[in-house]
């Protein structure tokens, strides 16, 4: 089984700014991956970026970067340039099956 | 290509009813998942199918609860005997294991229950 874990229920963020969501994970599986999704307040969830527990660099998707430390077994979120449509709720996943308590995320203008 | 839907959007119904939601994958996704999300949580995960074979069940799955995916394209959710406390919003999501990655799940708009 896996355990994620996200302790900033809510963080705030100038626009423009970089922002960084924490998750830490625990398993004992050799293999996993890690997962970022957002859910904005009308409510669908949408898939960030992704991380492989034996990919060599850290994963980056646009303005969306993975600070993935195995030996910390974390995987923050680093949102760079932030906007105002950044506000929302953030989950990490590691299987998928298991979410996160989430990040409530405000850019504030 | 089209997303994933649910069917109905929102359901109100009487403690004690049954209900059923439907949910519609992508049409090349061989993985199919249902979550219940409450205010404030992250989704809390229910089961999951590849193709039309159930390979997960949660233990918040109670006999109440059935899931379906008879051909394997779209799915239900079958709740029996409902009571005040399965009042959540029911997410679907899919997934294709083809390719490399990581199989990162779509998910549909959710199907809101309320349950009086």
């Known amino acids: 089984a896996q355990k994620i874990t996200q302790t900033q229920p809510g963080m705030f963020v100038q626009e423009k700014e970089a922002v960084t969501l924490d998750c830490t994970y625990d398993?004992?599986?050799?293999?996993?991956?890690l997962f970022w999704y957002k859910q904005p307040s009308s409510g669908e969830m949408i898939f960030l970026i992704y991380?492989?527990?034996?990919?060599?660099q850290n994963a980056t998707e646009g303005r969306y970067s993975l600070n993935f430390q195995k030996a910390r077994k974390s995987a923050n979120l680093v949102i760079s340039a932030s906007q105002l449509g950044d506000s929302a709720m953030y989950f990490c996943?590691?299987?998928?099956?298991?979410f996160g308590t989430g990040t409530s995320l405000t850019v504030i203008p | 290509d089209t997303g994933v839907s649910q069917d109905p959007r929102h359901k109100i119904t009487k403690r004690g009813q049954n209900v059923t939601f439907r949910c519609d994958p992508i049409?090349?996704?061989?993985?199919l998942y249902w979550y219940r999300q409450t205010l404030g949580q992250g989704p809390e995960f229910l089961t999951y199918f590849q193709n039309e074979a159930q390979l997960e069940k949660s233990r918040l799955l109670s006999d109440r609860f059935s899931a379906e995916r008879p051909k394997g394209s779209f799915s239900t959710l079958e709740i029996q005997r409902t009571e005040q406390g399965d009042s959540a919003m029911y997410l679907c999501a899919s997934s294709s294991t083809a390719g490399p990655g990581g199989y990162e799940q779509y998910f549909g708009p959710g199907t809101r229950l309320t349950v009086t």
């Open positions: 991380q492989g527990s034996y990919d060599q």
């Open positions: 398993t004992s599986d050799p293999s996993y991956g």
């Open positions: 049409s090349e996704h061989n993985r």
């Open positions: 996943t590691g299987n998928q099956f298991y």
